[in-house]
């Protein structure tokens, strides 16, 4: 069932109305009155990432609320439209910073958060990284970077640990496996790392595709014929919905489908595809049900988006501005070098995420961030592992789709 | 010599220039940071969309592909770089006969065989596109996962490894810009600008008046292909980041193109104003839907459409003839 | 791989060629005629799968059902498209011309996303994952629905400009626009029924096409690129070309995806583009032009 958009403001609106309401309500126990930080969150909202832009904004849109009840400092939030360019990142960067903002959040693309975070650095202003995974970021030496999110080598390790407990739990080990993945930045960084990370199973055939591609049939006749047990991916949602309707399309399930990025979790996935989304295990950075905050949270989403599934851009884009609100109030002034210090100190353990919580080392990487492996069921995600984060048992092998239609 | 460029210009003309030029000089201590790097911008715009106006406006050759100039120059200068710790300014040095190479091969196999107008503007997009796919897959260069470089801090400028503030980079995308208005005016003035105007006009006739068009065209194609190789060294080194998605990406050429297209083809304002003019209403357009707090993503694109197809319709020309003739300036002598 | 593997993959290719031909037929059928370069065509084609989709979702009719009336739709829009802006720059340097359609294009891409938001959207027809399978051979039901409706249109086409005294008229105008007006032709008039022809056959492939794709705001100038090179390897003002040069550029870029690194095949499509400009520049099918 396709969604058409005819107002896609509205959500936003009410949403924000909403939070407008609570935060009015609720009682505020907020010291000695700091005035609201300005807060400026840049992210893809428009050009070929707008989709993932406008869903970690839905993180955004529910945060006053919560942070409020917290006994967290306000936030002003400005908007910041990176067009899913680099260049374009830079510049509004720039642009949010002049008209005032005190903090920047930012950005799910690596590139332009890269643009970003020299931005920040040069000026002197906080940059929270909500989403982005590349090394990079914080191999410069920048004092006010900080980043909760894992980079791709702690996504390869921890990905690679929890795709161990999985096979554990399925009692079985895979012995051959067909690998595609996108071909841009994280997939080719997470395909090295797959490799160098010696997986207990023969990597048969390894397909890569161009992630703006509109038809991919014959990658996946090249993957079928293969004639592997298990499918791992690196992509994102469209190449998810084209491949998985190709998969049906052409007879093939495999046993599973080991996801190691983004898509197959995707809210979209699953309403389009209906039955045909179950299966699908991702290993991916992700809420823990068992957290209390987590319950708080999830409520929040559920009452704004309804029908919707709270994934990890709502996470780490809700836990950006956790962090930055709990600095604010520990540094207690807007200045800059004190967010940093304070940014630095941090020290959440009721967070959301799966981990102990969130402290950032010398570089101001959140060391701590660990993966979990999700599975698609009846059009919702259940966590199967780490076992302390599970709420549900894995299925294996995934229902063969031809008797699902 | 620079005074001899000025032979036979008019008297307006040159004071309107030194204006500009003054002003321009002047406007990083007068603007904000972020209007700086609007700036830069216009200014990066200004110096590729003068960089295309000799083939396009000079030799009537309508190139569609010249991200592939900047991004080879960008790549080239970049690994240099960050693999041999060459400065940028003697990655320049390799930058350009890479680029130049390039076109010549470009312009050899369209020229030799007969592929003109329409059919040459696809053929330069083929390549780019080419050159794009292309660099996905080097991973010598890091392929899609792109290039980065070690990033600038603030605490000093820099030049010979283009490292610093905002506002080196700006002087430096002045005087770029300043040294290509040069070069075009030379160009002009000279045997090679009456035989490219001789071309453009009508090569059929060029040809039998004895002109070699083809060594011509291709001297257009290669200077050109040269200038725009800067224009991807200072890329590199400014933003700091490559990847062959953005850099040979077609947008990136058709931005090159629409200021000179805008400002006026074959004149020397032209690119100049015509950039400025478009960055200056791409930001307010933006500043203006945030100022009404319109959150509207993409509408600050229909608005750059509405206001370029305004732009297109009335004035045929461009921006900056009709206004010459306003100011009294003679275009013939532009 | 099996022989199996690489028929499988070659008919896929060859079905979506077809499709891909129609779309570069509305191109050859403007460019060929009206002389403009209509950059904007992939994103006329987006609209027509956006209107696919509304059509869809408001009335759950299958669209091959709605390929003429979308295709109507199409043709208003093209004809007074042309009438009102582009009429006037025919006679302007290439440039200008260009420079209008980047316009539109951009207006049309931006006017999409924010109607319609960036998300995919897609029609689940209820043979959406429906194949055949003819032993090893498995075919997609929608493609192969697609491609016979690209056929028909393609035919009829064909019959339209050689049988029908409009068509004539047409072809008339594209060989000798001075001799067409000597005979008392409106060629204005002809140009707007012309790219309205143009924008209907986009019209077609792009409803045929949104059964096989999601539809982003994104995809039309990724289409109008490919339009360009179908066309040009096909041969300009050849019909027979346009569909040529689709069900080549289609199988090329599936056997290459097979061969290769599947993330660049549309390198083969340039290759072989520059090629055909260099060794025969009027394409596989087409005329030399004086």
Redo the contacts between chains.
């Keep these: 069932m396709s969604r058409i958009r005819i107002h896609p403001n509205r959500r936003r609106v009410l949403a924000g109305a909403a939070a407008t309401a609570a935060t009015i309500a609720a009682p505020t126990i907020v010291r000695a009155a700091l005035a609201p930080l300005k807060v400026g969150v840049i992210l893809p909202r428009s050009g070929f990432e707008a989709g993932i832009g406008q869903d970690c904004q839905r993180g955004v849109d529910i945060a006053p609320a919560i942070l409020k009840s917290l006994g967290l400092p306000e936030l002003t939030i400005m908007n910041g439209d990176t067009e899913s360019n680099v260049n374009t990142a830079r510049e509004h960067a720039e642009k949010l910073i002049s008209d005032g903002a005190q903090l920047l959040i930012g950005s799910f693309d690596s590139g332009q958060t890269t643009a970003i975070a020299q931005v920040a650095e040069q000026k002197g202003i906080p940059l929270v990284i909500n989403v982005g995974s590349d090394p990079q970021i914080t191999e410069q030496g920048y004092k006010f970077v900080v980043r909760n999110f894992p980079t791709v080598p702690m996504l390869l390790k921890d990905e690679f640990a929890e795709q161990a407990e999985v096979f554990e739990i399925a009692g079985v080990t895979p012995k051959t496996a067909v690998f595609m993945h996108v071909n841009d930045l994280f997939g080719t960084g997470m395909s090295k790392g797959i490799h160098g990370m010696k997986p207990p199973y023969t990597i048969l055939e390894e397909i890569s595709y161009d992630p703006a591609a509109r038809d991919l049939s014959v990658e996946v006749t090249k993957a079928k014929a293969a004639n592997a047990e298990i499918m791992l991916v690196v992509g994102r949602l469209s190449d998810a919905m084209l491949l998985t309707r190709e998969m049906v399309k052409q007879r093939w399930t495999p046993q599973a489908i080991l996801s190691w990025g983004p898509g197959w979790y995707e809210n979209q996935y699953t309403k389009t595809l209906g039955k045909l989304s179950d299966g699908p295990i991702s290993l991916v950075p992700w809420y823990d049900p068992n957290k209390k905050l987590t319950g708080i949270l999830l409520a929040a989403f559920e009452k704004a988006f309804p029908g919707l599934n709270m994934n990890t851009n709502h996470v780490y884009t809700f836990e950006a501005l956790l962090i930055t609100a709990d600095a604010y109030k520990r540094a207690g002034s807007s200045d800059p070098k004190a967010l940093a210090a304070a940014l630095h100190a941090t020290d959440i353990k009721d967070n959301v995420s799966i981990g102990p919580g969130i402290k950032f080392d010398a570089k101001g990487q959140n060391i701590g961030l660990r993966c979990g492996a999700v599975q698609n069921r009846g059009g919702k995600q259940v966590t199967v592992a780490p076992r302390e984060a599970a709420n549900a048992k894995l299925e294996w092998p995934m229902k063969p789709y031809s008797e699902r239609i | 010599m620079i005074a001899r460029l000025a032979d036979g210009a008019a008297r307006r003309s040159l004071w309107l220039l030194a204006a500009v030029f003054a002003a321009l000089v002047i406007a990083p201590w007068a603007v904000n940071d972020y209007l700086l790097t609007v700036m830069i911008v216009a200014l990066y715009l200004a110096y590729t969309g003068q960089a295309w106006n000799i083939m396009m406006g000079f030799a009537g050759q309508l190139s569609l592909g010249n991200a592939l100039y900047a991004g080879l120059g960008a790549y080239v200068a970049a690994t240099l770089f960050t693999r041999y710790g060459v400065a940028p300014w003697l990655g320049l040095l390799a930058a350009i006969p890479v680029a130049v190479a390039c076109a010549a091969i470009i312009g050899f196999l369209a020229f030799r065989f007969g592929v003109a107008g329409v059919y040459f503007a696809i053929l330069t997009i083929a390549f780019a596109e080419f050159a794009r796919v292309g660099f996905d897959h080097f991973d010598f260069v890091h392929a899609s996962a792109g290039l980065f470089l070690p990033v600038a801090q603030y605490t000093h400028d820099d030049l010979w490894r283009l490292r610093g503030n905002p506002t080196m980079f700006y002087y430096v995308m002045l005087a770029a810009t300043a040294f290509a208005f040069l070069l075009s005016r030379a160009l002009l003035r000279g045997r090679i600008g009456y035989f490219w105007l001789a071309i453009r006009e009508d090569e059929q006739a060029a040809r039998a008046a004895g002109i070699d068009t083809f060594r011509c065209k291709m001297l257009a194609l290669m200077i050109s292909a040269a200038v725009t190789s800067f224009a991807g060294v200072f890329y590199a080194f400014f933003y700091n980041n490559l990847f062959p998605e953005q850099v040979f990406n077609i947008s990136q050429s058709i931005e090159m193109i629409l200021g000179p297209i805008i400002g006026g083809i074959g004149t020397l304002f032209g690119p100049v104003l015509g950039a400025f003019v478009l960055t200056g209403m791409a930001e307010s357009v933006t500043s203006i839907m945030s100022a009404l707090g319109f959150d509207l993503p993409g509408a600050k694109q229909v608005f750059y459409g509405i206001c370029l197809l305004l732009v297109v319709v009335a004035l045929p020309e461009g921006i900056w003839p009709p206004l010459a003739r306003r100011f009294g300036i003679d275009k013939a002598k532009q | ?2 022989f199996a ?1 690489y028929l ?2 070659a008919v ?2 060859i079905l ?1 060629g077809l499709v891909y031909g129609l779309m570069a037929l509305g191109l050859s059928v403007i460019f060929g005629v009206v002389r403009v ?1 209509n950059f904007a065509h992939g994103e006329m084609m987006s609209m027509a799968m956006y209107v696919a ?2 059509l ?2 408001a009335f759950h009719l299958d669209p091959l059902i709605m390929l003429v009336p979308i295709a109507a739709v199409m043709f208003v829009f093209g004809y007074l498209l042309q009438a009102s ?1 582009i009429n ?1 720059f025919i006679t ?1 340097p ?3 011309q ?3 359609v ?6 049309i ?3 999409l ?12 027809t209820s043979y ?4 055949f ?1 003819l032993g090893p051979e ?1 075919v ?2 929608s493609k192969a629905y697609a491609a016979a409706a690209a056929i028909v249109v393609t035919a009829a086409l064909f019959a339209f400009f050689r049988f029908t005294l409009f068509g004539k008229a047409i072809r008339a105008c594209a060989d000798n626009y001075t001799g067409a007006l000597v005979v008392g032709l409106d060629v204005k008039r002809f140009y707007a029924l012309t790219f309205g022809i143009g924008a209907a056959c986009v019209g077609a492939a792009g409803t045929m096409l949104a059964l ?3 539809v ?4 039309g ?2 289409y109008t ?1 490919l339009a ?2 179908i066309v ?1 390897t096909g041969g300009l003002g050849s019909m027979a070309g346009a569909l040529v040069g689709g069900v080549l550029i289609g199988l090329t ?2 056997i290459a ?2 061969l290769f ?7 083969f499509s ?2 072989i ?2 090629l055909v ?3 025969r ?1 009027q394409g596989i099918l087409g005329k030399r032009s004086a």
């Design positions: 791989m099996s593997v499988n993959v896929a290719g979506t370069v989709v509304l869809f979702a802006l006037p302007r290439e440039h200008s260009f420079l209008l980047v316009a539109i294009a951009l207006i891409v931006n006017t996303l924010i109607i319609f938001g960036p998300d995919a959207q897609t029609i689940q959406a994952y429906d194949s399978q498995i997609d039901a096989i794709v999601d982003t705001p994104m995809l100038p990724a690129l360009f090179v040009i870029e599936a995806g097979l690194t599947p993330s660049a095949k549309s390198m340039f290759g583009l520059v400009l260099l060794l520049p």
